[in-house]
DNA sequence: GTCTATACATCGATAGAC
DNA sequence: GTCTATCGATGTATAGAC
């Protein structure tokens, strides 16, 4: 029974991979199962059909996305703290799901125009409402600009921190923390120098190549 | 003479648009021939393979970018006006051609692996190059801050602009020079409000409002 | 320069033996 | 639960008539 579950998880994890690195439609049922060990037949013991291992790698990714984000919002912070715990977890479920979080990234065209994957749309609905509340909460109580769009900050800030995944390596020199810190100091105060009259701290980095 | 031109220039535009719709494996030689009004076997008489059409587009798409940032460097200004301009030339060439910008970046990691695109990355290498001369520039004479590694803030900044691509609508209410003014604040200024008398620290807990 | 016709490979998915 | 064998659809690309 659990060597069962095994190759189930086996297909999906193997799957992932595979999908993340070359693509939806460039990885084929053949190559999934000849990476997992068997044949391609029998994959469709475990599974309807291709779409359906992929769906089922989504569904889990972005239901684990909510369970974090909801944690962020039950801590009922002030909105920048909020904003900071929201790349903070995204960045971490980043690096817990590197495949799932790329093809997510990578093939949502696709995932739009196919049928069977209604259920991750309503999930995406659920993230976005997540990010804007918190940063149109900002922007109602004064810690936040107003004069730039909440709806335009939200997107460039979440394709800034999602597709960090193409270039990120999380196991290198520059870590997923040093990483989320440099996200929430950049989106909230700039990259412009602070101001000489007034005092900045500088913290000290770790070393970079 | 100049009909032949225009039917190899029809394929061009008519393959990008779906490629850039659809993705590269989901376009099929015998739709962009069906869209064309063609059928499919002739496409081989303008184009050695369905590669060498997205190939040509991408080349030309990349050159664009090249000879318009060579403009902004041409123009000698400080770094922080550099950095606008090449968000402005950016956005105003995904407003140009959005069908080869939406291809490269999401096709990135399908180009990788293909051979045939060399061309490409080597293109590729000079666009970063620019980016992080004007951002090195910045924290050089001092109007960009240090202690966020200068890779890190181009990966970001470039990201969050490219991929506007995905969202960002030019013809809309929203401008392609409102996005482009609002881009260059964020990235340079930050999303807080600006501190009223002193710069408050992001970490200050404050209690429920 | 386009069309007709088709070669040839590979795809997702299925049926039935074991 | 896996394998063997294969079906039917679809993919890129080609050959030769017109």
């Given at each position: 029974m659990a060597e069962v579950q095994d190759r189930r998880e086996l297909i999906l994890s193997t799957a992932a991979e595979m999908v993340a690195r070359k693509g939806l439609r460039a990885t084929t049922v053949r190559a999934i199962a000849d990476a997992v060990g068997?044949?391609?037949?029998?994959?469709y013991h475990h599974f309807p059909s291709k779409d359906a291992i992929v769906d089922e790698v989504l569904t889990r990714y972005l239901d684990a996305i909510r369970a974090r984000y909801a944690l962020v919002l039950a801590s009922h912070k002030e909105p920048a703290e909020c904003l900071r715990d929201l790349v903070v977890s995204s960045l971490e479920i980043a690096e817990e799901q590197p495949h799932a979080t790329a093809i997510y990234q990578n093939e949502a065209q696709y995932l739009r125009e196919m049928p069977g994957f209604h259920g991750i749309q309503s999930a995406a609905a659920d993230i976005q409402q997540t990010w804007l509340g918190v940063i149109e909460a900002g922007v109602a109580d004064g810690s936040?600009?107003?004069?730039?769009?909440s709806w335009v900050f939200y997107r460039l800030i979440r394709d800034a921190v999602w597709l960090s995944i193409r270039w990120h390596r999380p196991d290198g020199p520059y870590s997923t923390r040093q990483l989320a810190d440099d996200v929430t100091a950049l989106f909230l105060h700039g990259f412009a120098a602070p101001a000489r009259h007034a005092p900045v701290s500088v913290r000290t980095r770790v070393g970079l190549a």
């Open positions: 068997v044949f391609s037949g029998s994959l936040f600009r107003d004069d730039i769009p």
